[in-house]
């Protein structure tokens, strides 16, 4: 009986743990592809090659953070609404 008792609790405990780490694995999941989509965004925008947009203006690495920063809040509303 108390064996019982014991593998029960040792389940419930257990799945109490893999729940939380699903959890976290879904959030870091979720963090890690914004900032992905950021650093893609700034990644293309800081290559050292002709033809970019804004590569001669004054305020072409604010437009490329306005538009890195505007896309990972775009993508990171649905996913931290869950």
């Known amino acids: 009986m108390f064996r019982d008792l014991l593998d029960s609790i ?3 405990f257990t799945e109490m743990m893999n729940s939380s780490l699903n959890n976290l694995m879904k959030f870091l999941d979720s963090a890690g592809l914004v ?3 950021a650093a893609l ?4 925008m800081g290559m050292n090659v002709g033809g970019l947009p ?3 203006t004054q305020f072409g690495f604010w437009l490329t953070v306005i538009i ?3 896309l990972a809040l775009l993508i990171s509303i649905p996913k931290f609404q869950e």
């Open 10 to 12: 040792s389940g419930l």
């Open 54 to 56: 804004w590569k001669d």
């Open 35 to 37: 900032i992905a989509t």
């Open 41 to 44: 965004v700034s990644g293309f």
């Open 68 to 70: 890195s920063v505007s």
